[in-house]
């Protein structure tokens, strides 16, 4: 089992950054992989960005360039830095995480960004 939890959700200016964490616990030492989505009102869950333990990324097509996913030195927090934000980036942002053995999956319960003039 893990539990994530993610912080820094905001709301921001057209054209700002905004960094988003996702701090997990429990059985942190078996995660294969961290990822954000998000969900924006009306529609469905969309992925956003992902990192696995080797550190490669990988990104959808609307954040590439926008977006930057890591993690921290211990492989534990999850970090999200947008910049240039966009009306159309607001959304609830969830933490997702994949089991290494049994490709378990667990969510946070997200954090909302509201990007607003």
């Known amino acids: 089992q893990v539990q994530l939890v993610e912080s820094g959700g905001a709301v921001v200016q057209p054209g700002e950054s905004l960094r988003l964490s996702c701090t997990p616990s429990?059985?942190?030492?078996?995660?294969?992989?961290m990822a954000w989505y998000r969900q924006a009102p009306g529609k469905k869950r969309e992925w956003v960005a992902r990192?696995?333990?080797?550190?490669?990324?990988n990104y959808g097509n609307a954040m590439k360039g926008r977006f930057t996913v890591s993690r921290d030195s211990a492989k534990s927090t999850l970090f999200l830095q947008m910049s240039n934000l966009k009306p159309e980036d607001t959304a609830i942002y969830f933490c997702?995480?994949?089991?290494?053995?049994?490709?378990?999956?667990?969510w946070g319960q997200g954090t909302q960004v509201t990007v607003s003039s």
């Open positions: 997702n995480v994949v089991m290494r053995e049994t490709m378990q999956q667990f």
């Open positions: 429990g059985n942190i030492y078996e995660i294969s992989s």
């Open positions: 990192i696995w333990n080797s550190g490669s990324t």
